[in-house]
């Protein structure tokens, strides 16, 4: 199973294009203001739409609304303004209940990143949620590939989103970390909480290896 989530974050139009080119996916769920989104990229196919619908132009709300009155379309889940989750929180643990039980299972997210961090951080928190699951969970924008390690990953460098691969421990420390394939190399390494060593690596062979014994690290691969 392989979901995406298009939120009502940053979305750079040409980019989400070649993306949904690139990709094939079995459920999209649009989040709020990321409906005007989907639509205009024509996102398929879309099976649900979520939010509280404070973002998102009622026009076009209205037309998906009157296909759901007819028993077509995508499912509408409407939420109170005043709840104690995120649009993009429901949007995800929804996305979670299809990949239940489905093996290899992926979500990728578009829209979670932008000019309000704290949707930002706590986006990049919520990957948590599927990661408990078992379950790979990817946020992504023109500029960055977001996801969380823990255990190890092999990324082959002609895949490699971007130049740099960083590491940002998201527990108090992560430890028996290695990376090999890369300019800066490190053999059963700890790296606490706060310090910076892993941040602007590079991949310099074909493939590079990641391990992270003990704790949760951020994993992002960027480009300028």
């Known amino acids: 199973m392989k979901v995406l989530l298009i939120s009502g974050g940053h979305v ?20 709020d203001g990321g409906l005007e989104i989907a639509r205009r990229l024509k996102a398929s196919p879309l099976t649900d739409i979520v939010g509280d619908f404070d973002t998102v132009q009622p026009e076009v709300l209205a037309v998906y609304t009157r296909e759901a009155q007819n028993g077509q379309g995508p499912v509408i889940h409407k939420y109170n303004p005043e709840k104690d ?28 990143t932008g000019t309000r961090l704290d949707h930002v951080l706590a986006n990049i928190s919520m990957l948590l949620l ?7 969970a990817v946020i992504q924008d023109e500029n960055n590939r977001i996801s969380l390690l823990s255990g190890q990953l092999t990324i082959e460098k002609h895949s490699h989103f971007g130049k ?5 421990p998201l527990t108090p420390e992560i430890s028996g970390l290695t990376l090999r394939g890369v ?15 892993c941040v602007s690596n590079e ?22």
């Open 85 to 112: 989750y995120t649009d993009t929180d429901i949007a995800l643990k929804l996305a979670m209940e299809y990949c239940e039980g489905q093996a290899e299972s992926q979500i990728w997210i578009l829209g979670a």
């Open 164 to 168: 740099y691969l960083s590491l940002i």
């Open 130 to 136: 599927p990661l408990r699951k078992g379950i790979r």
């Open 12 to 31: 750079d139009p040409s980019f989400a294009a070649g993306f949904l080119q690139e990709h094939t996916f079995q459920k999209v769920i649009a989040v």
């Open 183 to 197: 300019k800066y190399p490190l053999e059963d390494h700890r790296v606490l909480q706060g310090e910076s060593l």
């Open 203 to 224: 991949i310099t062979q074909a493939q590079a290896f990641l391990k992270v014994e003990k704790g949760i690290a951020i994993l992002l691969e960027t480009r300028d």
